[in-house]
């Protein structure tokens, strides 16, 4: 889909009903406790420790636990959450397996088949909420035929500029182009990635969010613009456990997140990451409930939140995070 089309089919949807108000009403439905588990849909294998979180870039002969480790390898997180009778991811993987040769990803399955592990199929998914719309969060849509996306319409304006901007090439590029990009405007927004996104928009299955929303009675989204991408968002989710939230890339790291440093810079205005990780800090009381996109620890006792946890096919791990009353569990 061409950039002045995009641009043109982003100016004709905003002033219809499928924009989501800034302003809420007060919801008259009392919140309901949800159920989440965590599916690691794919892994990125042997990233320089420093790329992803620059507090913690190897320094050759270092005795110090912060800077000896050279490589670790990154999870692509996807949140599923029930609550109730609806079944919602928070961000959604990526099914595009060239993109995957060219990023030494492994581990991967398509996500549908991942959540069947937990019982769950692909036609249930009714809501999906990206925390952003880069190639590893939002490219394994066309999975989920009834789910309707939730998307900042700041995270399209982004996306619209970098893809169209009139000046050098290199603001432009993408990770298919000649000589890929490395944390430049457009980096992360490939053909594929960016035509599922439009693709939902255009049949009618996107609800394009300006600011805050409640999408179910105590599930909220909050805007985090700029603090990965132009138009990131969070999801707070009430649970047994207390309030989670999710953070997509965001929050990248969640040691990050407990000691305060930026992580996984692309997009990124580094206060407003911090002032997204405080945003967890204040509705949930501290770090331990903010949900990281990428964490090296995940699935470990390291990261307490996502210790319950069990590997699945292809040797992709899934944790079971909390349970709702009544809610049996899916562990295997």
């Known amino acids: 889909m061409g950039g002045n089309v995009k641009s043109q089919v982003f100016k004709a949807l905003a002033g219809a009903a499928l924009v989501a108000a800034t302003a809420l009403g007060a919801s008259v439905a009392q919140a309901q406790t949800c159920s989440v588990w965590l599916v690691e849909n794919s892994r990125f294998l042997k990233v320089p420790f420093g790329m992803f979180h620059p507090d913690r870039s190897f320094v050759q002969g270092s005795t110090d636990a912060r800077n000896n480790v050279n490589t670790v390898d990154l999870p692509v997180n996807v949140g599923v959450i029930k609550c109730g009778k609806e079944l919602i991811l928070y961000d959604n993987g990526w099914n595009q397996t060239d993109y995957h040769k060219a990023t030494g990803t492994d581990h991967w399955s398509p996500l549908s088949k991942q959540i069947a592990q937990l019982g769950f199929k692909a036609d249930d998914v009714s809501k999906i909420i990206i925390g952003h719309g880069h190639w590893d969060?939002?490219?394994?849509?066309?999975?989920?035929?009834?789910?309707?996306?939730?998307?900042?319409?700041?995270?399209?304006r982004g996306i619209e500029w970098a893809l169209n901007y009139p000046g050098h090439e290199r603001i432009r590029a993408t990770n298919v182009d000649k000589g890929g990009?490395?944390?430049?405007?457009?980096?992360?927004?490939?053909?594929?990635?960016?035509?599922?996104?439009?693709?939902?928009?255009?049949?009618?299955?996107?609800?394009?969010?300006?600011?805050?929303?409640?999408?179910?009675?105590?599930?909220?989204?909050?805007?985090?613009?700029?603090?990965?991408?132009?138009?990131?968002?969070?999801?707070?989710?009430?649970?047994?456990?207390?309030?989670?939230?999710?953070?997509?890339?965001?929050?990248?790291?969640?040691?990050?997140?407990?000691?305060?440093?930026?992580?996984?810079?692309?997009?990124?205005?580094?206060?407003?990451?911090?002032?997204?990780?405080?945003?967890?800090?204040?509705?949930?009381?501290?770090?331990?409930?903010?949900?990281?996109?990428?964490?090296?620890?995940?699935?470990?006792?390291?990261?307490?939140?996502?210790?319950?946890?069990?590997?699945?096919?292809?040797?992709?791990?899934?944790?079971?995070?909390?349970?709702?009353?009544?809610?049996?569990?899916?562990?295997k």
Request: hydrophobic share 35%; charged share 20%.
């Open 181 to 331: 990009c490395s944390r430049t405007p457009a980096c992360g927004y490939p053909p594929k990635t960016v035509d599922s996104i439009y693709g939902k928009v255009l049949r009618g299955k996107a609800v394009i969010v300006n600011g805050e929303m409640e999408v179910l009675p105590g599930v909220r989204i909050h805007p985090a613009h700029r603090a990965h991408t132009a138009g990131s968002q969070l999801l707070e989710v009430p649970t047994a456990i207390g309030k989670l939230v999710f953070g997509s890339d965001a929050y990248s790291s969640w040691e990050a997140i407990r000691d305060w440093e930026v992580a996984n810079i692309q997009q990124t205005d580094s206060v407003q990451q911090f002032l997204a990780y405080e945003k967890c800090y204040k509705i949930t009381g501290g770090y331990q409930n903010c949900v990281a996109a990428h964490e090296p620890l995940s699935y470990t006792d390291k990261y307490p939140l996502t210790k319950n946890s069990w590997v699945g096919m292809n040797g992709g791990r899934l944790a079971e995070i909390t349970l709702a009353a009544g809610e049996s569990s899916r562990k």
């Open 137 to 156: 969060h939002a490219g394994s849509l066309d999975e989920f035929p009834n789910a309707v996306l939730y998307v900042q319409a700041e995270e399209l």
